[in-house]
């Protein structure tokens, strides 16, 4: 567990985070222009290309070593009924990532990528070697009641996703992926979303994992409550997070936070991991150079939280299940962009006359 994490710290770390850099893209977008394809075909895997440019300041990379960091929490607000799985399934999840058998486990260890379960505030206790121990609290409170958490545990759990960020850099990671597991963390996402975007409960709020039509009524219900009796400041993202969110979403936060310290890619996998990318973007929208979504997610939050962001999935899988599932799948979509960068011919290589390109390329 970190010892202490406080709004200094935070603002420290937010502060030396730097932008992309602007002429390696420049000259990663003039050297697609000269790879044997018409100009833009190759469109999202040229894109990929030139922003990994701008992320490393190389104009051409590789993602040998990946990894997926999954932030799992328990959530208090599952006592209202919010949620169609128990409580118990956080922790069985969890443990099952460490042995390949969860759907984003079982896609990780078929990619070689490495998986990193950090537990952040998982309820039951547990013996499995294979998590990591960064438990703030044993899940958090009631928010339809109160607070989900003190400003001091928020603050501590985003530090915790930094740590988790920059000891990815330490183990030579090319690039990261940021998933979750917490029963009920789809209200607490809805919740947070709604209050940083001010859009209504029904606009953020989806099935989850599933509910019937009178408990996904009550879902909404509780999200609203908790809102009303929290009153969060939308302008302190610290203040959302401790008193809607979930120990998961602040540390994922985190995470997005580190990664641009670190300059490293990350990836963001579906609806919760997209809420704390937005809370992250919203610390320092600076973040947002180095965030690549994988899919869009089915839960109707999602598409608010990416116009937020201005960001395009390059997947659509009618997937909603979470864990980081998206990521591995992104990394290979990732992968392949970096390949272009690296093996694609040029024209000259390919003895071919570009001239015919010349009138087409001043309209790109």
């Known amino acids: 567990?970190?010892?202490?994490?406080?709004?200094?710290?935070?603002?420290?770390?937010?502060?030396?985070?730097?932008?992309a850099d602007e002429e390696r893209i420049k000259e990663a977008q003039d050297y697609t222009l000269k790879l044997v394809a018409p100009p833009g075909s190759l469109g999202k895997l040229y894109s990929l290309g030139w922003q990994l440019a701008g992320i490393s300041g190389k104009l051409h990379n590789d993602i040998p070593k990946r990894r997926i960091i999954v932030l799992c929490a328990d959530n208090g607000v599952v006592e209202e009924g919010v949620s169609s799985a128990p409580q118990s399934v956080t922790v069985s999840q969890a443990i099952n990532m460490t042995r390949h058998m969860t759907g984003m486990s079982t896609l990780a260890k078929h990619f070689d990528v490495d998986v990193c379960v950090a537990d952040l505030g998982i309820a039951?206790?547990?013996?499995?070697?294979?998590?990591?121990?960064?438990?703030?609290?044993?899940?958090?409170?009631?928010?339809?009641?109160?607070?989900?958490?003190?400003?001091?545990?928020?603050?501590?759990?985003?530090?915790?996703?930094?740590?988790?960020?920059?000891?990815?850099?330490?183990?030579?990671?090319?690039?990261?992926?940021?998933g979750e597991m917490g029963i009920g963390n789809t209200s607490t996402s809805s919740a947070v979303l709604s209050v940083l975007t001010g859009a209504a409960v029904e606009e953020v709020t989806g099935l989850g994992g599933g509910l019937t039509s009178d408990a996904f009524a009550k879902k909404k219900q509780v999200i609203r409550q908790a809102i009303e009796v929290?009153?969060?400041?939308?302008?302190?993202?610290?203040?959302?997070?401790?008193?809607?969110?979930?120990?998961?979403?602040?540390?994922?936060?985190?995470?997005?936070?580190?990664?641009?310290?670190?300059?490293?890619?990350?990836?963001?996998?579906?609806f919760i991991s997209i809420v704390a990318a937005l809370c992250a973007y919203r610390l320092n929208p600076l973040t947002r150079v180095f965030m690549i979504p994988s899919h869009v997610s089915v839960e109707v939050g999602y598409l608010i939280a990416q116009k937020e962001m201005g960001l395009e999935p390059f997947l659509q899988m009618d997937m909603r299940l979470g864990e980081g599932s998206g990521c591995p799948l992104a990394f290979q979509i990732i992968e392949a962009a970096c390949s272009i960068m690296n093996e694609m011919a040029s024209f000259e290589e390919a003895s071919i006359d570009d001239g015919y390109l010349t009138e087409v390329r001043k309209v790109m």
């Open 230 to 270: 929290n009153q969060p400041d939308k302008t302190d993202i610290v203040d959302v997070i401790a008193k809607v969110g979930g120990l998961d979403i602040a540390a994922m936060c985190g995470v997005f936070i580190g990664a641009a310290i670190e300059r490293i890619p990350v990836v963001i996998d579906g």
């Open 1 to 19: 567990m970190l010892e202490k994490f406080t709004d200094e710290d935070l603002q420290q770390e937010l502060s030396q985070i730097r932008g």
């Open 124 to 178: 039951a206790d547990y013996n499995c070697p294979g998590i990591e121990d960064w438990r703030i609290r044993k899940s958090t409170g009631n928010i339809a009641k109160g607070p989900a958490m003190t400003r001091k545990e928020a603050l501590l759990a985003i530090g915790t996703g930094i740590r988790l960020a920059k000891n990815a850099k330490k183990d030579g990671m090319d690039i990261i992926g940021v």
